[in-house]
Protein backbone atom coordinates (compact mmCIF):
# COMPACT_ATOMS: atom_id res chain seq x y z
CA UNK A 1 0.00 0.00 0.00
CA UNK A 2 3.01 2.38 0.70
CA UNK A 3 4.26 2.12 -2.41
CA UNK A 4 1.00 2.24 -4.19
CA UNK A 5 1.14 5.49 -2.88
CA UNK A 6 4.85 6.29 -3.89
CA UNK A 7 4.32 6.11 -6.92
CA UNK A 8 0.86 7.72 -7.30
CA UNK A 9 2.49 11.04 -5.80
CA UNK A 10 3.96 11.07 -9.12
CA UNK A 11 1.18 12.48 -10.92
CA UNK A 12 0.31 14.96 -7.76
CA UNK A 13 4.15 15.93 -8.54
CA UNK A 14 3.77 16.31 -12.33
CA UNK A 15 0.24 18.29 -11.45
CA UNK A 16 1.86 20.35 -9.48
CA UNK A 17 5.00 20.91 -12.40
CA UNK A 18 2.18 21.69 -14.78
CA UNK A 19 0.69 24.42 -13.07
CA UNK A 20 3.78 25.89 -11.83
CA UNK A 21 4.65 25.86 -15.67
CA UNK A 22 1.16 27.51 -16.04
CA UNK A 23 1.79 30.15 -13.37
CA UNK A 24 5.32 31.36 -14.87
CA UNK A 25 4.27 31.42 -18.67
CA UNK A 26 0.63 32.39 -18.74
CA UNK A 27 -0.68 33.94 -14.80
CA UNK A 28 2.39 35.53 -14.48
CA UNK A 29 2.61 37.88 -17.36
CA UNK A 30 -0.97 38.39 -17.65
CA UNK A 31 -0.83 39.71 -13.85
CA UNK A 32 2.42 41.82 -15.31
CA UNK A 33 0.36 42.91 -18.16
CA UNK A 34 -2.39 43.87 -15.62
CA UNK A 35 0.30 45.93 -13.00
CA UNK A 36 1.67 47.54 -16.22
CA UNK A 37 -1.84 49.02 -17.30
CA UNK A 38 -2.52 50.58 -13.60
CA UNK A 39 0.88 51.74 -12.97
CA UNK A 40 2.39 55.22 -14.23
CA UNK A 41 5.68 56.43 -12.34
CA UNK A 42 5.61 53.73 -9.93
CA UNK A 43 2.02 54.69 -8.45
CA UNK A 44 -1.37 53.10 -9.27
CA UNK A 45 -3.12 55.03 -12.18
CA UNK A 46 -6.50 54.70 -13.87
CA UNK A 47 -5.63 57.44 -16.59
CA UNK A 48 -4.79 54.35 -18.99
CA UNK A 49 -8.08 52.93 -19.12
CA UNK A 50 -9.39 56.51 -18.79
CA UNK A 51 -7.62 58.07 -21.94
CA UNK A 52 -9.40 54.44 -23.49
CA UNK A 53 -12.80 55.32 -23.14
CA UNK A 54 -12.46 59.33 -23.02
CA UNK A 55 -11.16 59.32 -26.70
CA UNK A 56 -13.91 58.81 -29.36
CA UNK A 57 -11.64 57.19 -31.93
CA UNK A 58 -10.61 54.46 -29.70
CA UNK A 59 -14.19 53.95 -28.82
CA UNK A 60 -14.98 53.57 -32.65
CA UNK A 61 -12.15 51.30 -32.55
CA UNK A 62 -13.62 49.00 -30.30
CA UNK A 63 -16.75 49.55 -32.29
CA UNK A 64 -15.32 48.78 -35.59
CA UNK A 65 -13.60 45.68 -34.10
CA UNK A 66 -17.54 44.38 -32.74
CA UNK A 67 -18.90 45.28 -35.97
CA UNK A 68 -16.23 43.30 -37.97
CA UNK A 69 -16.34 40.41 -35.82
CA UNK A 70 -20.20 40.03 -35.90
CA UNK A 71 -20.60 40.29 -39.55
CA UNK A 72 -17.57 37.75 -39.73
CA UNK A 73 -19.46 35.62 -38.23
CA UNK A 74 -22.99 35.84 -39.26
CA UNK A 75 -21.63 35.94 -42.60
CA UNK A 76 -19.50 32.39 -42.06
CA UNK A 77 -22.44 30.94 -40.47
CA UNK A 78 -24.74 31.73 -43.55
CA UNK A 79 -21.76 30.07 -45.87
CA UNK A 80 -21.23 27.36 -43.45
CA UNK A 81 -23.92 25.85 -42.38
CA UNK A 82 -25.89 24.99 -45.37
CA UNK A 83 -22.62 23.68 -46.63
CA UNK A 84 -22.30 21.36 -44.00
CA UNK A 85 -26.09 20.02 -44.37
CA UNK A 86 -25.46 19.77 -48.39
CA UNK A 87 -22.19 17.87 -47.56
CA UNK A 88 -23.34 15.77 -45.25
CA UNK A 89 -27.18 15.15 -46.59
CA UNK A 90 -26.01 14.80 -50.35
CA UNK A 91 -23.77 13.15 -52.75
CA UNK A 92 -21.87 15.76 -54.09
CA UNK A 93 -18.87 15.46 -56.88
CA UNK A 94 -15.39 15.46 -55.65
CA UNK A 95 -16.60 15.67 -52.04
CA UNK A 96 -13.04 14.43 -51.41
CA UNK A 97 -11.07 17.21 -53.11
CA UNK A 98 -13.50 19.81 -52.17
CA UNK A 99 -13.22 18.93 -48.23
CA UNK A 100 -9.46 19.19 -48.79
CA UNK A 101 -9.81 22.90 -50.36
CA UNK A 102 -12.18 23.94 -47.37
CA UNK A 103 -9.64 22.80 -44.69
CA UNK A 104 -7.05 24.56 -46.55
CA UNK A 105 -8.47 27.77 -46.55
CA UNK A 106 -9.24 27.71 -43.17
CA UNK A 107 -5.49 26.68 -42.52
CA UNK A 108 -4.05 29.00 -44.53
CA UNK A 109 -2.79 32.26 -42.76
CA UNK A 110 -5.53 35.23 -43.35
CA UNK A 111 -3.02 38.06 -43.97
CA UNK A 112 -2.19 35.74 -47.25
CA UNK A 113 -5.62 35.97 -48.42
CA UNK A 114 -5.54 39.26 -47.66
CA UNK A 115 -2.63 40.04 -49.57
CA UNK A 116 -4.00 37.65 -52.61
CA UNK A 117 -7.25 39.95 -52.84
CA UNK A 118 -5.88 43.06 -53.45
CA UNK A 119 -3.66 41.65 -56.13
CA UNK A 120 -7.21 40.71 -57.15
CA UNK A 121 -9.71 43.12 -56.37
CA UNK A 122 -7.77 46.13 -55.45
CA UNK A 123 -7.75 49.73 -56.87
CA UNK A 124 -5.44 48.21 -59.93
CA UNK A 125 -6.26 44.23 -58.82
CA UNK A 126 -6.85 41.95 -62.40
CA UNK A 127 -10.63 41.58 -61.34
CA UNK A 128 -11.18 45.07 -60.98
CA UNK A 129 -9.51 46.15 -64.42
CA UNK A 130 -11.90 43.33 -65.58
CA UNK A 131 -14.95 44.62 -65.03
CA UNK A 132 -13.92 48.37 -65.42
CA UNK A 133 -13.34 47.51 -69.18
CA UNK A 134 -17.17 46.10 -69.04
CA UNK A 135 -18.53 48.71 -66.82
CA UNK A 136 -16.66 51.70 -67.89
CA UNK A 137 -15.44 52.38 -64.75
CA UNK A 138 -13.52 50.92 -61.76
CA UNK A 139 -16.10 48.89 -59.11
CA UNK A 140 -15.46 49.38 -55.49
CA UNK A 141 -12.48 48.15 -54.22
CA UNK A 142 -11.37 45.42 -51.68
CA UNK A 143 -10.36 47.92 -49.29
CA UNK A 144 -12.41 48.99 -45.66
CA UNK A 145 -15.31 46.79 -43.63
CA UNK A 146 -17.32 45.16 -46.14
CA UNK A 147 -13.24 44.02 -48.19
CA UNK A 148 -12.06 42.82 -44.23
CA UNK A 149 -15.54 40.99 -43.78
CA UNK A 150 -15.19 39.36 -46.81
CA UNK A 151 -11.73 37.83 -46.66
CA UNK A 152 -12.38 36.89 -42.81
CA UNK A 153 -15.82 34.98 -43.75
CA UNK A 154 -14.25 33.13 -46.61
CA UNK A 155 -11.46 32.34 -44.53
CA UNK A 156 -13.75 31.15 -41.29
CA UNK A 157 -16.28 29.26 -42.87
CA UNK A 158 -14.13 26.23 -42.87
CA UNK A 159 -14.26 26.05 -39.19
CA UNK A 160 -18.36 26.56 -39.47
CA UNK A 161 -18.59 23.32 -41.83
CA UNK A 162 -16.18 21.26 -39.72
CA UNK A 163 -18.25 21.44 -36.17
CA UNK A 164 -21.39 20.78 -37.66
CA UNK A 165 -20.12 18.51 -40.24
CA UNK A 166 -19.83 16.91 -36.58
CA UNK A 167 -22.49 17.19 -35.31
CA UNK A 168 -24.53 15.90 -37.98
CA UNK A 169 -22.69 12.82 -37.64
CA UNK A 170 -24.59 12.64 -34.54
CA UNK A 171 -27.97 12.94 -35.79
CA UNK A 172 -29.86 9.85 -36.12
CA UNK A 173 -31.94 9.64 -39.80
CA UNK A 174 -34.47 7.90 -38.24
CA UNK A 175 -35.82 11.37 -36.77
CA UNK A 176 -35.01 13.09 -40.46
CA UNK A 177 -36.90 10.45 -42.10
CA UNK A 178 -40.16 10.97 -38.82
CA UNK A 179 -40.24 14.47 -39.86
CA UNK A 180 -40.33 13.49 -43.85
CA UNK A 181 -43.10 11.34 -43.24
CA UNK A 182 -45.07 14.29 -41.25
CA UNK A 183 -44.85 16.60 -44.15
CA UNK A 184 -41.81 18.58 -42.68
CA UNK A 185 -39.17 18.07 -45.67
CA UNK A 186 -37.03 20.23 -47.71
CA UNK A 187 -36.06 23.94 -46.54
CA UNK A 188 -39.05 23.54 -43.25
CA UNK A 189 -36.91 20.63 -42.05
CA UNK A 190 -33.21 22.43 -41.89
CA UNK A 191 -34.81 25.25 -40.36
CA UNK A 192 -37.34 22.92 -38.14
CA UNK A 193 -34.49 20.08 -37.23
CA UNK A 194 -31.30 20.69 -38.46
CA UNK A 195 -30.99 24.37 -36.93
CA UNK A 196 -31.95 23.49 -33.49
CA UNK A 197 -30.41 19.61 -33.03
CA UNK A 198 -27.14 21.33 -33.85
CA UNK A 199 -28.00 25.01 -32.06
CA UNK A 200 -25.08 23.84 -29.72
CA UNK A 201 -22.60 23.35 -32.00
CA UNK A 202 -23.10 26.71 -33.97
CA UNK A 203 -23.14 28.51 -31.04
CA UNK A 204 -20.16 27.49 -30.24
CA UNK A 205 -18.92 27.78 -34.06
CA UNK A 206 -20.47 31.29 -33.71
CA UNK A 207 -17.73 31.63 -30.56
CA UNK A 208 -14.66 30.33 -32.64
CA UNK A 209 -15.14 32.70 -35.37
CA UNK A 210 -15.98 35.44 -33.25
CA UNK A 211 -12.69 34.91 -31.09
CA UNK A 212 -10.25 34.38 -34.91
CA UNK A 213 -12.42 37.50 -36.26
CA UNK A 214 -12.07 40.24 -33.31
CA UNK A 215 -8.32 38.49 -32.58
CA UNK A 216 -7.09 39.14 -36.45
CA UNK A 217 -4.18 41.24 -36.61
CA UNK A 218 -2.97 40.88 -40.81
CA UNK A 219 -6.16 41.32 -42.35
CA UNK A 220 -7.69 44.49 -41.38
CA UNK A 221 -4.00 46.28 -41.83
CA UNK A 222 -3.87 45.01 -45.18
CA UNK A 223 -7.13 46.32 -46.52
CA UNK A 224 -8.48 48.15 -43.75
CA UNK A 225 -7.38 51.80 -45.17
CA UNK A 226 -8.05 53.45 -42.03
CA UNK A 227 -10.60 50.74 -40.68
CA UNK A 228 -8.29 50.77 -37.32
CA UNK A 229 -9.49 47.57 -35.35
CA UNK A 230 -8.07 46.27 -31.87
CA UNK A 231 -5.50 44.23 -32.51
CA UNK A 232 -3.61 46.41 -34.82
CA UNK A 233 -4.36 49.41 -32.22
CA UNK A 234 -2.72 47.06 -29.63
CA UNK A 235 0.47 46.38 -31.97
CA UNK A 236 0.51 50.07 -33.12
CA UNK A 237 1.05 50.97 -29.38
CA UNK A 238 3.56 49.04 -28.57
CA UNK A 239 5.66 48.81 -31.40
CA UNK A 240 4.73 51.77 -33.53
CA UNK A 241 6.51 53.96 -35.78
CA UNK A 242 5.32 57.20 -34.73
CA UNK A 243 5.45 56.70 -30.51
CA UNK A 244 4.52 54.11 -28.39
CA UNK A 245 3.03 53.82 -24.75
CA UNK A 246 3.46 50.41 -23.35
CA UNK A 247 1.60 51.27 -20.18
CA UNK A 248 -1.95 52.30 -22.78
CA UNK A 249 -1.02 49.41 -24.95
CA UNK A 250 -1.14 46.99 -21.74
CA UNK A 251 -4.70 48.77 -20.77
CA UNK A 252 -6.15 48.22 -24.20
CA UNK A 253 -5.05 44.57 -23.54
CA UNK A 254 -6.50 44.24 -20.33
CA UNK A 255 -9.73 45.44 -21.75
CA UNK A 256 -9.72 43.03 -25.07
CA UNK A 257 -9.23 40.35 -22.57
CA UNK A 258 -12.40 41.39 -20.54
CA UNK A 259 -14.29 41.80 -23.53
CA UNK A 260 -13.53 38.05 -24.45
CA UNK A 261 -14.07 36.63 -21.44
CA UNK A 262 -17.47 38.12 -21.49
CA UNK A 263 -18.38 37.17 -24.64
CA UNK A 264 -17.22 33.29 -24.38
CA UNK A 265 -19.15 33.23 -20.93
CA UNK A 266 -21.96 34.14 -22.69
CA UNK A 267 -21.79 31.61 -25.03
CA UNK A 268 -21.03 28.89 -22.44
CA UNK A 269 -24.19 29.72 -20.56
CA UNK A 270 -26.36 30.05 -24.09
CA UNK A 271 -24.64 26.68 -25.04
CA UNK A 272 -25.76 25.20 -21.54
CA UNK A 273 -29.61 26.64 -22.38
CA UNK A 274 -29.52 24.74 -25.89
CA UNK A 275 -27.60 21.66 -24.77
CA UNK A 276 -28.54 18.48 -24.93
CA UNK A 277 -27.19 14.92 -25.78
CA UNK A 278 -27.23 12.88 -28.92
CA UNK A 279 -26.42 9.54 -30.40
CA UNK A 280 -26.86 8.43 -33.65
CA UNK A 281 -28.31 4.76 -34.04
CA UNK A 282 -28.60 5.11 -37.27
CA UNK A 283 -26.52 7.50 -38.83
CA UNK A 284 -27.46 9.94 -41.54
CA UNK A 285 -26.72 8.44 -45.05
CA UNK A 286 -25.61 10.53 -47.66
CA UNK A 287 -28.64 10.31 -50.86
CA UNK A 288 -27.71 11.53 -54.58
CA UNK A 289 -30.07 15.16 -54.90
CA UNK A 290 -31.84 14.86 -58.39
CA UNK A 291 -33.10 17.69 -60.77
CA UNK A 292 -32.28 21.44 -60.43
CA UNK A 293 -32.39 20.43 -56.51
CA UNK A 294 -28.84 18.59 -57.20
CA UNK A 295 -27.74 21.34 -59.96
CA UNK A 296 -28.25 24.18 -57.23
CA UNK A 297 -26.68 22.45 -54.41
CA UNK A 298 -23.30 21.65 -56.57
CA UNK A 299 -23.93 24.95 -57.93
CA UNK A 300 -23.37 26.35 -54.36
CA UNK A 301 -20.85 24.21 -53.45
CA UNK A 302 -18.46 25.15 -56.19
CA UNK A 303 -19.02 28.92 -55.79
CA UNK A 304 -18.31 29.10 -52.23
CA UNK A 305 -15.11 26.83 -52.46
CA UNK A 306 -13.70 28.41 -55.73
CA UNK A 307 -14.58 31.75 -54.06
CA UNK A 308 -12.50 30.62 -50.88
CA UNK A 309 -9.66 28.86 -52.46
CA UNK A 310 -9.02 31.49 -55.62
CA UNK A 311 -6.82 33.76 -53.63
CA UNK A 312 -4.86 30.68 -53.08
CA UNK A 313 -4.63 29.94 -56.58
CA UNK A 314 -4.07 33.11 -57.24
CA UNK A 315 -1.48 33.21 -55.07
CA UNK A 316 0.33 29.86 -56.09
CA UNK A 317 0.62 31.44 -59.82
CA UNK A 318 2.00 34.59 -59.07
CA UNK A 319 4.62 32.97 -57.41
CA UNK A 320 6.05 31.54 -61.11
CA UNK A 321 5.50 34.68 -62.58
CA UNK A 322 8.66 37.19 -63.21
CA UNK A 323 9.91 39.90 -61.36
CA UNK A 324 11.57 43.46 -61.89
CA UNK A 325 12.72 44.81 -58.44
CA UNK A 326 9.46 44.25 -56.37
CA UNK A 327 6.57 44.54 -59.11
CA UNK A 328 5.82 41.47 -61.59
CA UNK A 329 6.06 42.32 -65.42
CA UNK A 330 5.26 39.72 -68.36
CA UNK A 331 6.57 36.04 -68.35
CA UNK A 332 7.19 33.36 -65.97
CA UNK A 333 10.57 31.90 -63.96
CA UNK A 334 11.46 30.40 -60.99
CA UNK A 335 13.14 33.90 -60.32
CA UNK A 336 11.28 33.85 -57.12
CA UNK A 337 11.98 30.84 -55.57
CA UNK A 338 15.51 31.11 -56.73
CA UNK A 339 15.92 34.77 -54.36
CA UNK A 340 13.84 32.68 -51.52
CA UNK A 341 16.30 29.91 -51.43
CA UNK A 342 19.23 32.24 -51.66
CA UNK A 343 18.30 35.32 -49.08
CA UNK A 344 15.73 33.34 -46.82
CA UNK A 345 16.50 29.62 -46.06
CA UNK A 346 16.73 30.96 -42.06
CA UNK A 347 13.00 31.39 -42.12
CA UNK A 348 12.28 27.76 -43.17
CA UNK A 349 14.80 26.43 -40.98
CA UNK A 350 13.03 28.18 -37.82
CA UNK A 351 9.67 27.15 -39.34
CA UNK A 352 10.23 23.48 -39.12
CA UNK A 353 12.53 23.63 -35.67
CA UNK A 354 10.51 25.94 -33.87
CA UNK A 355 7.15 24.70 -35.14
CA UNK A 356 8.74 21.27 -34.36
CA UNK A 357 10.09 22.06 -30.56
CA UNK A 358 6.31 23.38 -30.07
CA UNK A 359 4.77 20.60 -31.30
CA UNK A 360 6.62 18.31 -29.02
CA UNK A 361 5.92 20.39 -25.95
CA UNK A 362 2.01 21.33 -27.29
CA UNK A 363 1.66 17.11 -27.39
CA UNK A 364 3.30 15.69 -24.70
CA UNK A 365 1.62 18.79 -22.33
CA UNK A 366 -1.98 17.41 -23.86
CA UNK A 367 -1.02 13.80 -23.42
CA UNK A 368 -0.37 14.54 -19.39
CA UNK A 369 -3.13 17.27 -18.64
CA UNK A 370 -5.70 15.03 -20.83
CA UNK A 371 -4.78 12.14 -17.93
CA UNK A 372 -4.76 14.28 -15.24
CA UNK A 373 -7.89 15.70 -16.21
CA UNK A 374 -9.81 12.39 -17.03
CA UNK A 375 -8.01 9.46 -14.98
CA UNK A 376 -7.40 11.95 -11.79
CA UNK A 377 -10.06 14.57 -10.98
CA UNK A 378 -9.50 16.75 -8.44
CA UNK A 379 -9.53 20.66 -7.55
CA UNK A 380 -5.49 20.58 -8.78
CA UNK A 381 -6.58 18.91 -12.04
CA UNK A 382 -9.65 21.01 -12.45
CA UNK A 383 -7.64 24.37 -11.62
CA UNK A 384 -5.10 23.07 -14.52
CA UNK A 385 -8.23 22.65 -17.15
CA UNK A 386 -9.30 25.51 -16.68
CA UNK A 387 -5.65 27.32 -16.96
CA UNK A 388 -5.24 25.84 -20.02
CA UNK A 389 -8.39 27.12 -21.96
CA UNK A 390 -6.93 30.60 -20.58
CA UNK A 391 -5.54 31.26 -24.14
CA UNK A 392 -8.69 30.10 -25.87
CA UNK A 393 -10.43 33.56 -25.20
CA UNK A 394 -7.33 36.13 -25.87
CA UNK A 395 -5.98 36.97 -29.06
CA UNK A 396 -2.35 36.52 -29.74
CA UNK A 397 -1.62 39.77 -29.56
CA UNK A 398 -1.97 39.72 -26.08
CA UNK A 399 -0.81 37.15 -25.21
CA UNK A 400 2.52 38.02 -27.52
CA UNK A 401 2.55 41.85 -25.53
CA UNK A 402 1.94 40.11 -22.15
CA UNK A 403 5.23 37.84 -22.57
CA UNK A 404 7.12 40.61 -23.58
CA UNK A 405 6.23 42.51 -20.34
CA UNK A 406 7.11 39.67 -18.24
CA UNK A 407 10.26 38.85 -19.61
CA UNK A 408 11.82 41.71 -21.31
CA UNK A 409 13.83 42.19 -17.86
CA UNK A 410 15.93 40.75 -15.25
CA UNK A 411 15.80 37.92 -13.42
CA UNK A 412 14.43 36.21 -16.71
CA UNK A 413 15.05 37.60 -19.85
CA UNK A 414 13.67 35.76 -22.45
CA UNK A 415 12.27 38.22 -24.97
CA UNK A 416 14.35 37.98 -28.72
CA UNK A 417 14.98 34.14 -27.84
CA UNK A 418 13.53 31.06 -29.86
CA UNK A 419 12.51 29.53 -26.04
CA UNK A 420 9.63 32.76 -25.91
CA UNK A 421 8.94 31.90 -29.47
CA UNK A 422 8.31 28.32 -28.51
CA UNK A 423 6.03 28.76 -25.41
CA UNK A 424 4.23 31.22 -27.17
CA UNK A 425 3.41 28.66 -29.53
CA UNK A 426 2.72 26.32 -26.80
CA UNK A 427 0.43 28.10 -25.35
CA UNK A 428 -1.89 29.62 -28.12
CA UNK A 429 -2.58 25.65 -29.64
CA UNK A 430 -2.10 24.01 -26.83
CA UNK A 431 -5.33 24.02 -25.80
CA UNK A 432 -6.88 22.39 -29.00
CA UNK A 433 -4.96 19.61 -28.41
CA UNK A 434 -6.12 18.79 -24.70
CA UNK A 435 -9.65 19.02 -25.92
CA UNK A 436 -8.93 16.35 -28.49
CA UNK A 437 -6.71 14.18 -26.29
CA UNK A 438 -9.75 14.34 -23.54
CA UNK A 439 -12.05 13.11 -25.99
CA UNK A 440 -9.83 10.49 -26.91
CA UNK A 441 -8.90 9.24 -23.41
CA UNK A 442 -12.56 9.18 -22.08
CA UNK A 443 -13.03 6.46 -24.92
CA UNK A 444 -10.80 4.08 -23.77
CA UNK A 445 -11.74 2.10 -20.54
CA UNK A 446 -9.65 2.68 -17.57
CA UNK A 447 -9.76 -0.99 -17.17
CA UNK A 448 -6.41 -1.36 -19.27
CA UNK A 449 -4.64 0.27 -17.19
CA UNK A 450 -5.67 -1.74 -14.29
CA UNK A 451 -5.11 -4.74 -15.44
CA UNK A 452 -1.24 -3.28 -16.55
CA UNK A 453 -0.80 -2.32 -12.42
CA UNK A 454 -2.27 -5.53 -11.51
CA UNK A 455 0.58 -6.80 -13.34
CA UNK A 456 2.97 -4.90 -11.79
CA UNK A 457 3.60 -1.64 -13.39
CA UNK A 458 3.09 1.62 -11.91
CA UNK A 459 0.41 4.34 -12.67
CA UNK A 460 2.44 6.03 -15.06
CA UNK A 461 4.34 2.98 -16.87
CA UNK A 462 0.92 1.61 -17.32
CA UNK A 463 0.08 5.13 -18.71
CA UNK A 464 2.44 5.64 -21.14
CA UNK A 465 2.74 1.52 -22.18
CA UNK A 466 -1.17 0.77 -22.06
CA UNK A 467 -2.97 3.72 -22.90
CA UNK A 468 -1.39 6.11 -24.98
CA UNK A 469 -0.38 3.58 -27.97
CA UNK A 470 -4.22 3.15 -28.10
CA UNK A 471 -4.22 7.06 -27.67
CA UNK A 472 -1.85 7.07 -30.98
CA UNK A 473 -3.76 7.66 -34.15
CA UNK A 474 -5.93 10.24 -32.10
CA UNK A 475 -2.82 11.91 -30.93
CA UNK A 476 -1.11 11.90 -34.32
CA UNK A 477 -4.03 13.31 -36.37
CA UNK A 478 -4.57 16.26 -33.43
CA UNK A 479 -0.82 16.67 -33.64
CA UNK A 480 -1.00 16.81 -37.79
CA UNK A 481 -3.56 19.73 -37.06
CA UNK A 482 -1.39 21.64 -33.98
CA UNK A 483 1.39 21.82 -36.63
CA UNK A 484 -0.60 23.01 -39.21
CA UNK A 485 -1.79 25.77 -36.70
CA UNK A 486 1.84 26.40 -35.57
CA UNK A 487 3.46 27.09 -39.03
CA UNK A 488 0.37 29.11 -40.02
CA UNK A 489 0.62 31.52 -36.56
CA UNK A 490 0.80 35.38 -36.94
CA UNK A 491 -0.35 37.40 -34.30
CA UNK A 492 1.86 36.45 -31.66
CA UNK A 493 4.70 35.87 -33.56
CA UNK A 494 4.62 39.51 -34.96
CA UNK A 495 5.11 40.70 -31.55
CA UNK A 496 7.92 38.42 -30.61
CA UNK A 497 10.28 37.77 -33.59
CA UNK A 498 13.42 39.31 -34.54
CA UNK A 499 15.80 38.42 -37.52
CA UNK A 500 16.85 35.46 -36.03
CA UNK A 501 13.27 34.07 -34.99
CA UNK A 502 11.65 34.78 -37.99
CA UNK A 503 9.60 32.27 -39.56
CA UNK A 504 7.97 31.34 -43.08
CA UNK A 505 4.85 33.16 -41.84
CA UNK A 506 6.29 35.93 -40.42
CA UNK A 507 8.81 36.27 -43.46
CA UNK A 508 5.36 36.58 -45.97
CA UNK A 509 3.98 39.43 -43.56
CA UNK A 510 7.61 41.26 -44.03
CA UNK A 511 7.60 40.54 -47.53
CA UNK A 512 3.99 42.19 -48.32
CA UNK A 513 4.62 44.75 -46.51
CA UNK A 514 7.71 45.62 -48.57
CA UNK A 515 5.45 45.35 -51.68
CA UNK A 516 8.15 42.17 -52.44
CA UNK A 517 5.70 40.22 -54.05
CA UNK A 518 7.38 37.61 -55.95
CA UNK A 519 9.33 36.11 -53.05
CA UNK A 520 5.85 36.52 -51.02
CA UNK A 521 4.22 34.77 -53.25
CA UNK A 522 6.73 31.89 -53.50
CA UNK A 523 7.08 31.64 -49.40
CA UNK A 524 3.50 31.42 -49.66
CA UNK A 525 2.93 28.71 -52.00
CA UNK A 526 5.95 26.67 -49.68
CA UNK A 527 3.49 27.51 -46.77
CA UNK A 528 0.35 25.98 -48.80
CA UNK A 529 2.31 23.01 -49.84
CA UNK A 530 3.16 22.48 -46.57
CA UNK A 531 -0.06 22.60 -45.27
CA UNK A 532 -1.72 20.42 -48.20
CA UNK A 533 1.02 17.75 -47.53
CA UNK A 534 0.48 17.97 -43.34
CA UNK A 535 -3.60 17.48 -44.60
CA UNK A 536 -2.90 14.88 -46.21
CA UNK A 537 -0.54 12.76 -43.96
CA UNK A 538 -3.36 13.64 -41.32
CA UNK A 539 -6.21 11.82 -43.50
CA UNK A 540 -3.74 8.98 -43.97
CA UNK A 541 -3.06 8.54 -40.13
CA UNK A 542 -6.64 9.39 -39.01
CA UNK A 543 -7.98 6.85 -41.94
CA UNK A 544 -10.90 9.11 -41.62
CA UNK A 545 -12.08 11.03 -44.86
CA UNK A 546 -13.70 13.39 -42.95
CA UNK A 547 -12.06 16.28 -40.90
CA UNK A 548 -14.35 17.68 -38.76
CA UNK A 549 -13.89 19.26 -35.12
Known sequence: MVERKKKGDVWTLMSFVILALYGLFLIYPLIRLLVESVTKDGGFTLEYFAKFFSNSYYGETLLHSFLLSISATLVSLVLGVPLAYFYNMYEIKGRNLIQIIIILCCMSAPFIGAYAWVQLRGNNGIITQFIARIIGHKPPSIYGFR?????????????????????????????????????????????????????????????????????????????????????????????????????????????????????FLFQKWASNRFAFNMNALHPIQRKPAKGLKNVLIHAYTYIIVFLAFMPQMYVMYCSFRKTSGKIFVDGYDMGSYQKVAR?????????????????????????????????????????????????????????????????????????????????????????????????????????????????????????????????????????????????????????????????????????VTRGSDGPAAALATILNVLTISSMLIFMRVSKNKDITF
Not at 366 to 375: E, F, G, P
Open 343 to 511: DLPLEIKNTFLIGLLALAAVVLLAILIAYLVVRRRSKLNDTIDTASMIPYIIPGSVVGIALVVAFNRQPMVLTGTMFIMVVALCIRRIPYTIRSSVAVLQQIPITVEEAAISLGCSRMKAFFKATVPMMRNGILSGAILSWVTIITELSTGVILYNRKTITLTLAIYAQ
Open 147 to 263: GIVLVLALQLYPLVFMLVSGALKNVDSSLLEAAQNMGVGGVRRFFKMIIPLCMPTILAAALLVFMRAFADYGTPLLIGRGYQTFPVIIYNEYFGETGTDHNFAAAVSVIAIVITAII
